[in-house]
């Protein structure tokens, strides 16, 4: 367990939240007018930037050093590798990064709250059975962690300040939104306007998850890890 002799303010880099509104709207940008050389190079820097940003509010933190890691990977998965089984990869790695971060926080296992979360990755598994052929054991897999995650952020609710887990409860939520139109829209069938489904709740998702992550203070919510 890491503790720390009282609370700490911590701030994170003063162009941490500037570069990260300005990388993701040159993104929406290039995606709005198809500029794809541009939209390629920014897609991956929105999240790379907070990754930057939440290792820099406090390296000494084991917990901000999660978030940053499981932040990194997700900038990783942004890269388009020309492979949905490594980008699924990637993601996943940062999911179970996010469940020891969020877990390390409080570990109150409120199994009720799981019911809902685990219920919605089964029924998104169920509903992909027929179309996701050869690569339904891995979304599966993904689904059931990334529900496990969801309902590791919601646990924090009441474990830790409304400023600290509200933003992770809801990061998580959108992120569990975006990725069931991503595998809608790839199983199923496109999606009208799919880019903006999935990409605008999954930077909200991210930026609120770096956003918990930066707010959480040491020694008066400690990181148990």
């Not at 993104?27 to 820097?45: D, N, Q, S, W, Y």
């Amino acid at each position: 367990m890491e503790a720390v002799a009282g609370s700490r303010k911590l701030n994170s880099p003063r162009w941490m939240w500037p570069a990260f509104g300005v990388a993701a709207a040159v993104f929406f940008v290039a995606m709005g007018l198809e500029i794809e050389p541009l939209r390629f190079t920014f897609k991956a820097l929105p999240v790379f930037t907070l990754a930057v940003g939440v290792y820099l509010t406090d390296p000494s933190t084991r917990f901000r050093r999660l978030v940053a890691l499981g932040l990194l990977f997700g900038a990783i998965g942004d890269f388009e590798f020309g492979s949905f089984e490594l980008t699924l990869a990637a993601f996943l790695v940062s999911h179970l990064i996010y469940i020891v971060a969020f877990t390390g926080v409080s570990r109150a296992a409120k199994p009720l709250l799981a019911i809902p979360y685990l219920a919605i990755g089964i029924g998104l598994t169920i509903s992909l059975s027929e179309s996701a052929g050869d690569l339904l054991i891995p979304v599966a897999i993904y689904a059931l962690v990334i529900s496990v995650m969801g309902w590791r952020a919601a646990a924090l609710v009441g474990e830790c300040d409304a400023a600290v887990s509200y933003p992770f409860a809801v990061g998580a939520a959108l992120f569990i939104l975006s990725d069931a139109l991503l595998a809608i829209n790839r199983f199923h069938g496109d999606l009208p306007a799919a880019d903006w489904l999935i990409m605008v709740p999954y930077l909200a998702a991210q930026g609120l998850i770096a956003l918990g992550a930066v707010r959480h203070q040491t020694g008066a919510h400690r990181d148990a890890i």
